[in-house]
């Protein structure tokens, strides 16, 4: 039996050999969970789900061929992400009227009074609604614009550098460097990791309706994505996309519709779809016919492939994962995300 010294020695001893080991083998910090913010629809989710999340870029502004910028900063939805202390991005693409505009982005690049110009409106809007930082999201770069775009990214993440703001920068999903690639070949991801502080790897639509049907982010895609861009970027400075959304291709006419995740049950259960598992890709797909006759295939996530993708953020040592995007998911999807970064609300 312990007598009354000991009793007290024992449990003091405990406690300083668990403060120990917590000073020699101090905790990971958790993981970056961004989402983002398109319109009045994402609000909801917001406030919902921002126990989950701890970055938001809103992708509500847009640019024009002489760096004019145009949209609006979705002011009460910052409030409220600053309000918990979230980080926040203004997203600045160059989409226009129906799609992603090449002209604009080669404009931009290749001249550099407007150049400056965009950056000082860049500042401007950071600096107005209390960004963190900005989040360049220019798609359909044209190939030959490698080095420009570079040295544009390289200009904008010193002038938000030096008035003290973060530069993110979303960049297509690459298996390898392919500078001849059409859509990607503009992205020098070494380039770009060294200069921006954030890269955001657009691991989503790896098919979609402008081609034949498959995995939207099918895990053996998406991993080997991953795998090379840590291998040339600090993987600390890597954020891996994750979809909240699938897509129905119409067979019978060659079309195909996105469908949000939080829809799917709903559809599954309308048209008594027996859902499949594709072991190749990691993916969930389920077939139908439509009322009118048409054959349709959807591919989309669930509750066992988003946590499989989620989970390369700690297999690969990344920053976290971003979401595409609020008002597309609800708390199932969240908690998936969740359970493959081993965590949950804060």
């Known amino acids: 039996m312990l007598n009354c010294k000991a009793r007290w020695i024992l449990p003091m001893l405990a406690v300083l050999s668990m403060a ?46 002489k760096g004019k910028i145009s949209g609006a900063a979705p002011v009460s939805a910052l409030k409220f992400a600053h309000s918990r202390g979230m980080q926040t991005f203004a ?16 404009h931009i690049v290749n001249n550099p009074a407007i150049r400056a110009t965009a950056i000082q409106n860049m500042l401007a809007v950071v600096a107005a609604y209390n960004y963190s930082g900005i989040n360049i999201d220019f798609e359909a770069v044209p190939r030959k614009d490698r080095a420009p775009f570079t040295e544009f990214i390289h200009e904008v993440a010193q002038a ?64 080997p994505c991953a795998q090379f861009a840590a291998s040339v970027v600090p993987a600390s400075k890597i954020s891996l996309g994750i979809p909240a959304y699938g897509y129905d291709w119409n067979l ?57 993708k989620s989970a390369l953020a700690t297999t690969y040592d990344l920053m976290g994962v971003s979401v595409f995007a609020l008002g597309y998911d609800d708390e199932t999807f969240w908690e998936a995300v969740s359970s493959g970064l081993g965590t949950g609300p804060h």
Request: no cysteine; hydrophobic share 40%; proline share 9%.
């Open 160 to 223: 938000m550098r030096s008035a003290g703001y973060l530069t993110m920068v979303s960049v297509p999903a690459e298996l390898q460097d392919n500078p001849k690639d059409s859509w990607a070949g503009a992205f020098d991801f070494k380039a770009l990791g060294s200069e921006a502080d954030i890269l955001q790897v657009m691991t989503y639509d790896e098919n979609g309706p402008w081609g034949p049907p498959g995995p939207v982010a099918g895990l053996d895609w998406v991993e």
């Open 252 to 308: 019978t006419k060659g079309t195909g519709v996105q469908v949000y995740w939080r829809r799917i049950p709903a559809l599954i259960a309308k048209v008594s779809a027996v859902p499949q598992w594709d072991v190749a890709s990691s993916s969930p797909y389920f077939s139908y016919t439509s009322a009118s006759g048409a054959n349709h295939v959807v591919w989309y996530e669930n509750a066992e492939s988003i946590p499989l």
């Open 20 to 65: 120990m080991a917590n000073l020699a083998f101090p905790q990971d910090p958790p993981k970056a969970v961004m989402a983002y913010f398109e319109s009045s629809g994402s609000a909801h989710s917001l406030r919902t789900f921002a126990s989950y999340l701890n970055q938001i870029p809103t992708d509500t502004f847009a640019i024009g061929p």
């Open 91 to 106: 997203v600045v693409s160059n989409f226009g009227k129906s799609g992603f505009v090449p002209f604009t982005a080669h």
